[in-house]
């Protein structure tokens, strides 16, 4: 593999700082550009050059002129789908424009290949059949979601008028270690935290709603095949819906937690219930989730017990 300069905006938050760990894993060199409203100082690695700036400044340009940067690999984003309904014009500010001027340095600056993550658990709305392939009709329920399907528009545009090489991966529920236990959208460090201090988690609605919840290290390794080849946009998720439920249930068991959840009103403008097929993912880039479910979230707790101390 060609040795490369990679940019990995939002590279101090959960999945962004797992990218940056691999990336130098494999030799490249990498530059993190993460403005620290959701990172944190501790998940970067220190053999990347860290700038603190958010993508929404003009001083991002300046990032691309001292770096000259190959890969664009963009994680960098407001995440809340509540806080996108609060506050449309921030949450297209930075998920729009934001990504926009990233793309458009890209053009300007002669990178080969543009990265964007990007939300299949949103962007398809409440699914008309699951699993959701990337021909299911795009129906964004949230300002988030259709920020996140703009962008993606963008980036066919630009390949379009300019040759701009991209890939989309559109996630479906993401966990594992380095998880924010604060943001909504992070439900099993969520459950974790609050399972290891003792306190009761609140489930939203029913608790029925599913995701399709994948582990951080098989997203990391579908980042690293985009980096390779592919074009245009990919599901990546396991292909399987699992209920909140669920996920508390079997939470429950591995922190051998001993009461239950409280309820709360559901949430507005979210999925009911989706799941994505990754068949193409699979076939043209070679990508397989590799850790299952109960694994997955055993490791993800084991990550929370070294950091959180439990009462007793």
């Known amino acids: 593999m060609r040795q490369r300069t990679v940019v990995v905006t939002g590279g101090a938050g959960f999945i962004g700082s ?13 530059v993190v550009v993460d403005d620290l409203t959701t990172g944190h100082l501790r998940n970067l690695n220190k053999a990347a050059k860290f700038y603190h700036t958010s993508v929404t400044q003009p001083a991002v340009e300046e990032i691309f002129q001292r770096e000259q940067p190959q890969v664009v690999n963009h994680h960098a984003a407001q995440i809340s789908v509540a806080d996108s309904v609060r506050d449309p014009l921030k949450d297209a500010a930075i998920n729009i424009q934001g ?10 600056y002669g990178v080969e290949r543009f990265i964007f993550s990007s939300s299949g658990g949103t962007i398809y709305g409440e699914p008309e059949y699951t699993p959701c392939d990337e021909s299911q009709p795009v129906n964004p329920l ?7 399907f703009a962008a993606e528009e963008y980036l066919e545009l630009y390949r379009k008028t300019y040759r701009l090489n991209y890939v ?13 236990p604060h943001g909504e959208a992070g439900v099993v460090a ?8 003792g306190r009761q988690p609140r489930v939203f609605g029913s608790g029925d709603q599913e995701r399709d919840f994948v582990a951080v290290s098989d997203v990391v390794e ?91």
């Open 18 to 30: 797992h990218l940056v760990d691999r990336y130098v894993e494999l030799g490249h060199r990498v």
């Open 99 to 108: 990504t926009l001027r990233l793309i458009e340095l890209s053009r300007s």
């Open 142 to 148: 949230s300002p988030y979601a259709l920020s996140k």
């Open 168 to 180: 989309t991966l559109r996630y479906g529920n993401v966990y594992g270690p380095r998880q924010d």
């Open 190 to 197: 969520i459950f974790i935290k609050a399972m290891l201090e």
């Open 222 to 312: 579908a980042n690293m095949l985009a980096m390779e080849k592919g074009s245009g946009a990919y599901n990546v998720g396991t292909g399987v819906g699992t209920s909140i439920n669920r996920i508390f249930e079997i939470l429950k068991g591995i922190t051998k937690y001993k009461w239950n959840q409280v309820t709360a009103p559901a949430r507005r403008n979210e999925v009911f219930k989706i799941s994505l097929d990754s068949s193409r993912l699979r076939r043209e880039l070679g990508w397989e989730p590799a850790l299952s479910l109960e694994d997955g979230l055993a490791d993800t707790v084991d990550y929370f017990r070294s950091t959180i101390r439990s009462p007793g």
